[in-house]
């Protein structure tokens, strides 16, 4: 059964930094890519950053870039995302997921939810003074 189990949530003052883990069972990391997306309160889900396995670069949507970075670790099937400058809009429950179509990802529209085929249960993000 596949299974993506996320972890690393918390408390945070703004400016802090967290990171995230997101570990895979059932399914090789090393051969779709990988989206991490957070849903605000009262707020849609919206996708940030993806990983490539075809390349192995990195997308970043505006609001992240230059603040969050993605990677992947082979031996671990897992992917992480290290935030820093964190910022109350930051705030939401950020979740990890798997498009098995698609190797290549780098542009907005790569990361539309409806695409990806596993997700996680999630972990909470606070970022509060």
């Known amino acids: 059964q596949v299974q993506f189990v996320e972890s690393g949530g918390g408390l945070v003052q703004p400016g802090g930094s967290l990171r995230l883990s997101c570990a895979a069972s059932?399914?090789?990391?090393?051969?779709?890519?990988i989206g991490w997306f957070r849903q605000a309160p009262g707020k849609e889900r919206e996708g940030i950053s993806c990983?490539?396995?075809?390349?192995?670069?990195?997308y970043y949507v505006d609001s992240v870039k230059g603040r969050f970075t993605i990677s992947r670790d082979n031996a671990r099937n897992a992917v992480y995302l290290e935030m820093n400058s964190l910022e109350p809009e930051d705030t939401g429950v950020y979740h990890c997921?798997?498009?098995?179509?698609?190797?290549?990802?780098?542009?907005?529209?790569?990361?539309?939810?409806?695409?990806?085929?596993?997700w996680g249960q999630g972990t909470q993000v606070s970022v509060s003074s």
């Open positions: 990983f490539s396995p075809s390349d192995s670069s990195t």
């Open positions: 997921a798997a498009n098995t179509m698609r190797r290549l990802c780098n542009r907005r529209t790569h990361l539309t939810p409806y695409e990806y085929d596993y």
């Open positions: 059932g399914l090789s990391l090393d051969y779709y890519a």
